[in-house]
């Protein structure tokens, strides 16, 4: 990926069909990067023994809105 | 003491019911008129069922009185939440994007609480698909301080009962949204165990954090309404078998020996002097009734809010994103930034998360091993005003609410006091997984030796 810019999420924002305006993405943007920069800080030291947990479950037939 | 029929509680409005003291449609006749007398100022409500529920008081009281009464909570209204999808009940979720939805089907939890015999006397206001602003039905406002916000996202649910314009009432809650209006409204809410309660026919927000539990005015009425909302359901293939026990018929086995841990990290730091002083004062008063408290450590409680924010904004864009293609611009604008920005984490950060989850979890589940239930701060500061709330909430509004949807901890708020100014403050009693009835036990025994729950505020005056 490229590096995280405003120029980069507005075209990401494009290419994903999103009719995001400038103050829109001026928002999103700070939003982001300043939770990348904490994820960032915190990565963990070793992956060995943190599998996530997951379940697999069957998803029913339902109506959604 | 005179308390007036709005501010009783369900389960003493169950009793007056059962001993024919007075009927389905008196009650639900004084909360209607509460509804039109305040609403237009406290914005509770988006759709009041005011005739149908007349109706089905009628039908209630009918049915009681041929001595069919089906249990604790016939006869009594139910405010619901309006993301929580209701069959031939407008439920917009507060959006101009859903603004005239109309299921076609009832949330597990609204069939199984017409079940149980409840009124749905209306759709509570939400901030925006429980994540965005207040822009289309109005800013629902505390009624301790017109000027203050209620918190979000179950924020009609909460002034509701506050203000005696609702008895029970249901919440969503994926980073605080039940516990934050409760606190700042000086109710309770509980926050379930993920899986406890069925999230069919709610309108997610993200599928991993998104909890559905009870709001009321007091612990007992929470577990009566747990009680009628709990249990598996094959339509939600996370909810869980395990039997549901009498929530209500095990409060009063008091607090003596419960370990309680008091964490030593994160959740006293940085918060507002009197939730500090009256979260203290709680946990003392916790200990006076035989609780031992102990300090905990739970480092890693900071490093899950970043991963929570990255797990819900991805999985809110998840459920998002096609309607945002069509409708981008039917959002409004707290929702759309909120949401779309989901779509800029990496695959990297969403993992990380996954495993900062994977890690808090267990660090959380080990101190529980040793200690009942653990003791926090529910906000760290008394409720924000309006202004504030619409410039933006301060990002770290949920960080001691939110940890426990990271992990799916069952975790209730309770009232302990007023901070300068009058605003009600809560302390939040977080528990092992599917031990909703030790939090239920605990905040009772602290309810019954504190008249907090019995103080109410007198919207007439703040208005």
Partial sequence: MTNFTREWLAAEAARQGLALDDADVEEIFERVAAVKQEMAQIRPGSAEDIEPVYRFAVPQETSRA | ?463
């Fill in chain 2, 1 to 463: 003491m005179h308390v007036e029929l709005f501010y009783l509680s369900a389960a003493e409005l169950s009793r007056r019911i059962e001993r024919r003291a007075v009927s389905p449609v008196e009650i639900v006749t004084a909360l209607l008129d509460r509804i039109a007398r305040y609403n237009g100022t406290l914005y509770s409500y988006i759709t009041v069922c005011g005739d149908a529920a007349v109706r089905d008081a009628r039908e209630a009281e009918h049915e009681i009185a041929a001595g069919r009464r089906r249990g604790p909570l016939h006869g009594l209204p139910i405010a619901q939440k309006d993301i929580i999808f209701t069959r031939g009940v407008r439920t917009t979720c507060h959006s101009r994007a859903l603004l005239e939805f109309v299921p076609e089907f009832d949330a597990t939890v609204v069939g199984r609480l017409a079940g149980a015999g409840t009124i749905l006397l209306g759709k509570t206001n939400t901030t925006e698909f429980a994540t965005g602003g207040t822009d289309v039905f109005g800013v629902p406002v505390n009624p301790w301080d017109t000027s203050r916000f209620t918190g979000g996202s179950s924020a009609g649910s909460g002034n509701a009962l506050a203000a005696g314009l609702a008895v029970l009432a249901t919440g969503s809650d994926t980073g605080g949204s039940i516990r934050g209006p409760a606190s700042y409204c000086g109710i309770v809410g509980l926050k379930p165990t993920y899986g406890r309660v069925s999230r069919h026919g709610v309108f997610p927000l993200s599928w991993s954090m998104d909890h559905v539990g009870p709001m009321a005015r007091t612990v007992e009425d929470c577990a009566l309404l747990l009680h009628a909302m709990a249990g598996q359901d094959p339509l939600d293939p996370t909810s869980s078998a395990r039997p549901v026990p009498d929530y209500a018929g095990g409060l009063d086995g008091g607090v003596r020996g419960l370990r309680l841990g008091v964490p030593v990290q994160f959740f006293f730091e940085r918060i507002d002097p009197d939730v500090d002083r009256l979260v203290r004062a709680a946990l003392g008063r916790l200990e006076e009734l035989g609780a031992r408290l102990e300090p905990v450590d739970l480092p890693r409680a900071a490093d899950s809010y970043p991963a929570g924010r990255v797990l819900i904004a991805s999985e809110a864009f998840g459920v998002h994103a096609p309607r945002m293609r069509r409708q981008c611009r039917d959002y409004g604008p707290r929702a759309r930034r909120r949401i779309a920005a989901g779509a800029f984490f990496t695959a990297a950060e969403y993992q990380q998360a996954a495993q900062i989850r994977a890690l808090w979890c267990r660090e959380l589940s080990q101190v529980l091993e040793r200690v009942d239930a653990v003791v926090t701060p529910t906000m760290p500061t008394p409720a924000i005003t309006v202004e504030v709330q619409a410039a933006g909430p301060p990002p770290d509004i949920g960080k001691f609410t939110q940890p426990f949807n990271v992990t799916g901890h069952p975790a209730l708020s309770v009232p302990c006091g007023f901070a300068a100014g009058g605003l009600p403050v809560a302390v939040q009693v977080v528990g092992r997984m599917f031990d909703e009835q030790t939090l239920l036990r605990i905040g009772h025994t602290y309810e019954q030796h504190t008249e907090w729950h019995t103080r109410h505020p007198a919207p007439e005056v703040a208005a």
